[in-house]
Nanobody, 116 residues
Framework: QVQFVESGGGLVQPGESLRLACTAS????????IGWYRQAPGKQRELVAS???????NYGDSVKGRFTISRDAAKNMVYLQMNSLKPEDTAVYYC??????????WGQGTQVTVSS
């Protein structure tokens, strides 16, 4: 199974920005739709944003207008630009294909902490 590695997390203050990056162990970014998920302490994982093979990306209501997902197929990367961060965005962020076959797959994730 293809592995995905997340990076770019960190500690920021409310209102600041972060850019998360996702890279696959082999070139599949141009084949699969990719999603960014997150899990906050004590909460279930949720799909934050997804980018399909064609068409427009989709976003969760809580991040619309603040987060932007993008794909660079040449670099085999998917990014999540996060602006105007809020304390409630604090979570571990994961990326993976939005395929049913990846339902139980989770990488290490990258920690995002938004705190003053």
């Amino acid at each position: 199974q293809v592995q995905f590695v997340e990076s770019g997390g960190g500690l920021v203050q409310p209102g600041e920005s972060l850019r998360l990056a996702c890279t696959a162990s082999r070139s599949i970014v141009a084949i699969y739709a990719i999603g960014w998920y997150r899990q906050a302490p004590g909460k279930q994982r949720e799909l934050v944003a997804s980018i399909p093979l064609s068409g427009s990306p989709n976003y969760g209501d809580s991040v619309k207008g603040r987060f932007t997902i993008s794909r660079d197929a040449a670099k085999n990367m998917v990014y999540l630009q996060m602006n105007s961060l809020k304390p409630e965005d604090t979570a571990v962020y994961y990326c993976k294909p939005t395929l049913a076959s990846y339902k139980n797959y989770w990488g290490q994730g990258t920690q995002v902490t938004v705190s003053s």
